[in-house]
């Protein structure tokens, strides 16, 4: 051991002086220099390994950072070993000069790859945390150690006579200076971890960490040529300093090296363009599909999927003491300002309404548009021993929130009010799935619209039981439309102020097996849902058909029968013709058949609504606008349509009395309709008071309970002698 040591180290065997060196100060330089841009060219490279995904390529491209760091520290050396000048000869084996680099690259390569994985772990896992100190102290050390392991192992390939030892305090400051400048140096660079994507900030730091790098191959150079003192032996051969060529080879060596390390760069730095080129292209399309997969492109708000997404992320990030609660909300009669005042403004009652779910100044956590026109608000509420106490605090934030989105909006110059249904469901198990939990409160959401316009509901498990009867009854419905069993028009008369009858409303009522007669006010909706209308309605529109051709037959050709259409049902491309080739069927004239529409026909389409309406008057057929009133357009809208009669609807006949202003309006309603040429019918007339005043306002026809409820075609018959 100790013969190693005295090997190695100068501790004073040698009596004589060491040989005096002299250095060539513009080589140091140019040493410095290599090392500088070797190390710069590295890191560049290395940035590409940060971008890469895939393990593989990560690694490939660490391998090439390193071999390029690895010649940039052998070629500092060599330079730095031709600078400096002995009085002896001096040459230097191939095969160790060569081998010199190995350590230099292994040590680059292991610092990288821990400083990459480590950083790679942090962006994982989106802490933004850098490099901890302690992988930049090992990755430093190995670097520095990978430094140190090069410039002995190349000054072992010194061939000279003299003999070669070190001052230990040297070698260690040598050491010192390479692991301590390498530590410095991983740190520098850990940097770039928080700054990605800046691109001028990591050019400055990939040029700082160069320069430190550098600093510490040359500063571990140079110190270990400090610790080198040279001892003359009886052979050696003294010459004057400067007289030596055999560095040649070693000259070309490095020219390769530098110009290899040009070449590396130059190379990677088109693949790196090229990269760039479809990084930035996959980048962008990447942005794009997010966009457009997970946001709604009108609010920019997260749409279904990812609502859903993040339902499930709180289901488990949710606080033991805390429930989660899903608020979805509705804005009333959407629909209809979009066809009254165009899409334009719709959307932006849509981004207002976004806006202020935004700042809205509850504890929300997430703001969604899951559907057209509704909006999802997640939220926690505090849970307690009392789970009422949980859900009324649900409540009272959805109270406040309905506040807030009710308050108008000012649209362009429009200043729009509109009132906003609200479904809540505070969520009290952690193994619902996102989507049960949005079901549920769509479920509380349609329960509030079924109870009028900006209610709020909160979700309860009957909901459930609720949706399980619709199926049942949907599936009822249709066996009963394809069987033709249970479905039959019933009539309402409709008289005039004589109290002569004129006509009737067809009216479907559907005699169930099992629960008796279903009303229709139940299962139309469902039948318009779900699509069923379209059947249901063919089969009403051929009842009709064979009332009138039965009423034909006995004569009683002044009776004009009205049936209520759907709106799916009108907007069927084949809908005049259906209906035309009925009546040809059944030999019945059209002026016996007038249709009724609500408002909610005109809402879709409405040019083709018009040209219906104006092609199934020319056949005959008359039109009268059903539950005016109801409805949401403007009065005077409405009556520029081509209807023929006008119905006012059974509410406001009912309440015609309770005040001075509702008798006004029914007032106005019949005036208004009289200057636009059309006839007014009354619906829901109970009482002779109603139709004492309707008489004198000046309505033209009357139907309701008043003189007969909805009765069988017979029934219907009877009565209408009676009333004769
Ligand atoms: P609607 O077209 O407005 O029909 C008038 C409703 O008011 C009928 O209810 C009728 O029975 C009821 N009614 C009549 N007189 C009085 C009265 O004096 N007082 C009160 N309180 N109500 C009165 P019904 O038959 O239950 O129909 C409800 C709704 O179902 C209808 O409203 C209509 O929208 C729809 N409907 C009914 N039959 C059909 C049909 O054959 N096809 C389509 N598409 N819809 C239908
Ligand atoms: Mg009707
Ligand atoms: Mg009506």
Redesign the pocket.
């Known amino acids: 051991m100790n013969d190693v040591l005295m090997n190695f180290f100068d501790l004073g065997q040698y009596a004589q002086a060491p040989l005096p060196g002299n250095y060539n100060h513009w080589l140091v330089v140019l040493s410095y220099l290599v090392a500088f841009i070797a190390s710069f060219t590295a890191l560049k490279i290395f940035e590409r390994a940060h971008r890469h995904r895939s393990f593989s390529q990560q690694k490939t491209w660490t391998l090439i950072t390193a071999i390029v760091a690895g010649i940039g520290v052998w070629s500092m050396h060599f330079i730095g070993m031709i600078a400096f000048q002995l009085p002896v000869m001096v040459s230097h084996s191939v095969g160790l000069t060569l081998a010199s680099i190995v350590p230099a690259v292994i040590g680059n390569y292991y610092a990288y790859s821990l400083h990459l994985s480590e950083d790679r772990l942090a962006n994982f896992k989106k802490t933004r945390a850098q490099v901890s100190l302690k992988t930049n102290i090992l990755s430093g050390t190995i670097l520095g150690a990978g430094i140190g392991l090069m410039h002995y192992m190349g000054m072992e390939a010194m061939q000279l006579t003299p003999k070669l030892l070190y001052s230990p305090v040297w070698f260690a400051a040598s050491i010192l200076i390479a692991v301590a400048l390498g530590i410095f140096a991983m740190s520098t660079y850990s940097r770039s971890s928080a700054i990605r994507g800046a691109k001028n900030e990591l050019r400055k730091i990939q040029f700082v960490t160069a320069l430190i790098i550098a600093a510490a191959i040359s500063g571990m150079h140079y110190a270990a040529m400090l610790a080198a003192r040279f001892y003359p032996i009886a052979s050696t051969e003294i010459l004057p300093i400067g007289s030596q060529h055999q560095h040649l080879w070693l000259i070309y060596a490095i020219v390769v090296a530098v110009t290899l390390i040009a070449l590396i760069s130059w190379v990677s730095s088109v693949i790196d363009k090229r990269f760039q080129h479809n990084y930035r292209a996959i980048k962008q399309s990447d942005k794009r599909i997010r966009e457009l997969a997970f946001n709604d492109a009108l609010t920019g708000l997260p749409n279904r999927r990812s609502l859903l997404d993040y339902l499930s992320q709180q289901q488990q990030e949710t606080p033991e003491n805390e429930h989660l609660v899903l608020f979805l909300l509705d804005i009333d009669k959407f629909k209809v300002l979009n066809n009254t005042l165009g899409p334009t403004l719709g959307d932006l009652l849509l981004q207002s309404v976004t806006h202020r779910l935004e700042r809205v100044a509850l504890n929300v956590h997430m703001v969604a548009r899951p559907s057209s026109n509704e909006f999802a608000v997640v939220a926690r509420v505090q849970k307690s021993n009392n789970p009422v106490q949980a859900q009324s605090h649900a409540l009272s934030m959805a109270k406040t929130l309905q506040q807030e989105l009710q308050a108008p909006y000012s649209l362009k110059d429009y200043r729009h009010q509109c009132s906003m249904s609200f479904g809540v469901t505070v969520v009290d198990s952690f193994k619902k799935s996102s989507e049960d939990i949005l079901v549920q409160a769509a479920l509380a959401l349609a329960e509030a619209k079924r109870n009028g316009m900006g209610e709020i509901r909160l979700y309860h498990p009957e909901m459930a039981d609720a949706i399980e009867k619709r199926v049942k009854l949907e599936a009822e419905l249709r066996q009963a439309i394809e069987t033709r069993d249970g479905l039959e ?1 019933y009539l ?1 008369p409709q008289l005039d102020i004589n109290r002569q009858v004129i006509g009737a ?4 009522r559907w005699h169930h097996s099992e629960r008796g007669m279903v ?3 139940e299962f ?1 909706p469902l039948a318009e849902e779900t699509g069923l ?1 379209i059947g249901l ?1 063919d089969l ?1 529109n051929e009842q009709a058909c064979q009332i009138i051709r039965q009423w034909q037959q006995l004569g009683l050709t002044d009776l004009v029968l009205s ?4 709106a799916p ?1 009108f907007q069927q491309m084949d809908f005049v013709d259906k209906l035309n080739s009925l009546l040809k069927q059944y030999e019945v004239p059209a002026g016996q058949l007038k249709l ?1 529409l ?1 408002e909610s026909v005109l809402m879709q389409n409405l040019d083709d609504v018009i040209h219906k309406i104006k092609e199934l008057k020319q056949l005959g057929i008359q039109f009268a606008l ?2 005016f009133g109801t409805g949401y357009s403007s009065l005077s809208y409405l009556m520029k349509l081509p209807f023929d009669v006008l119905k006012i609807d ?1 509410s406001f006949v ?1 309440d015609m009395f309770q005040s001075v202003q509702k008798e006004a309006i029914v007032q106005t309603i019949v005036q208004l309709a009289h200057n636009l040429g059309l006839k007014v019918v009354a ?4 009482t002779e008071k109603h139709f004492d005043y309707l008489s004198s306002l000046g309505c033209d026809y009357f ?4 003189f007969s ?2 009765v069988a075609e017979p029934d219907f018959r009877k009565h209408s002698k009676h009333f004769k």
């Open positions: 028009l309402q409303e067809a009216l479907i009303s229709p006010a139309i209308i309605g009403i049936i209520n259409v759907s049902q009724e609500t059903d539950d059974v009912r619906e829901g007339v109970e139907q309701g309970y008043l409820k909805p």
